[in-house]
């Protein structure tokens, strides 16, 4: 079993920068990957950036330059460095791990960009 706790949301101005941060449980071994989803009102869920236990990432279009997915060297820990913040990155941010043949979600940490 992992728990997941997310930190680091907030409000920011527009052109602003934020990093939200996602704490396991446990360290995350063997084949996993890592990664962060948004859902904003009346929307679904969608990716927003994932990084594999090799470090390959992968992040949506609309994010692609300014966002950047990150671990720390314990695999405890996954971070999203936000820059360049624009209204529409308004959302839930989740945190999701791939591990131990399930999947586990946070609880979700609010980020909102005022512009």
């Known amino acids: 079993q992992v728990q997941l706790v997310e930190s680091g949301g907030g409000v920011v101005q527009a052109g602003g920068s934020l990093r939200v941060s996602c704490a396991a449980s446990r360290t995350i071994v063997g084949p996993n990957t890592m990664g962060w989803y948004r859902q904003a009102p009346g929307k679904q869920r969608d990716l927003v950036a994932t990084?594999?236990?090799?470090?390959?990432?992968n992040y949506a279009e609309s994010v692609k330059g300014r966002f950047t997915i990150s671990t720390d060297n314990a695999k405890r820990t996954v971070y999203l460095q936000m820059s360049s913040l624009k209204a529409e990155d308004t959302a839930v941010y989740f945190c999701?791990?791939?591990?131990?043949?399930?999947?586990?979600w946070g609880q979700g940490t609010q980020v909102t960009v005022s512009s």
């Open positions: 999701r791990v791939d591990a131990f043949n399930r999947v586990y």
């Open positions: 990084i594999t236990g090799g470090g390959t990432t």
